[in-house]
């Protein structure tokens, strides 16, 4: 239950509570019909302190809007999987972490996938009370372990996922809460485990995405919260190329990773001294 989880374990209620704010937009872009009770209050309290900090009374926005840009990563990363779906050697998805994300419930997926969600036992006790009575429209398994933890991927391979076919992962929402050496070795596990022609997606901020004035308000929320970004990356291509994956970075805002809701302008790669997240996504060498 909510009072179990911790300050990162929260955030994916934080996510939940982004999603179902989206599908109640008749603009949405998609629609998530479990995302409330996944929330719950909880949620609904860490929306409200994130749109304060973003949207204050009588002001303009002066940090980056959360709510957009969850819609479009959402969005993102459901096109992404469901085109990985379709073609036929795709046999195995992987959430790590999962967290309140409920596609393994909400989209329809080819009877040969098979839908892995790895996280921390207390968020996925969360989630399964959250949904109980809900039927996954996937064969699902979870597996509950911290991916800090160093056996993770014994406990993953101990649900029945095979290292031998290719594999798709998305890795959403996590990097950034975890030091550099951690982004590294859980890259490396996830590489050490994944077929050639895996494919991978994550999102991922830059260096200065931790440091700038114009992200203190933001940044602040979620140290507050006790759950501080603690990574950042100018150079995802070649972050993702040191563990075996070859990979394109596209921005929120760009051509297939907009959908009309960016609401700020993309600045180019060659600029300094922004802030920039990326959505990367490639395969295994």
Known sequence: MTPQLDAVERTALLTAALRAAETRRPDRLYEDPYAERLAGQTGTDLLAAVRAATFPPGGERALPSTPDYNAIRTRFFDDYLQQAAQDPGTTQIVLAPAGMDSRAYRLDWPDRVRWFEVDRPAVLAHKDASLAGVEPRVRRHAVAVDLTAPDWPERLLDAGYDPTVPSTWLVEGLLYYIPEPGTH?????????????????????????????????????????????????????????????????????????????????????????????????????
């Open 185 to 285: 070795r859980i890259l490396q596990q996830v590489a050490e485990i994944s077929a050639p022609g895996s494919r991978i997606a994550a999102d991922l901020v830059n260096s200065a995405a931790l440091t700038l004035p114009g992200m203190r308000g933001l940044l602040d929320v979620f140290a507050g919260w006790g759950c501080p970004w603690l990574f950042g990356s100018d150079e995802p291509e070649e972050f993702f190329d040191a563990h075996g994956f070859t990979v394109h970075a596209t921005q929120p805002g760009e051509e297939g990773a907009g959908y009309g809701r960016w609401p700020d302008p993309v600045p180019p790669r060659t600029e300094r001294d922004v802030r920039r997240v990326f959505f990367v996504h490639g395969r295994r060498r």
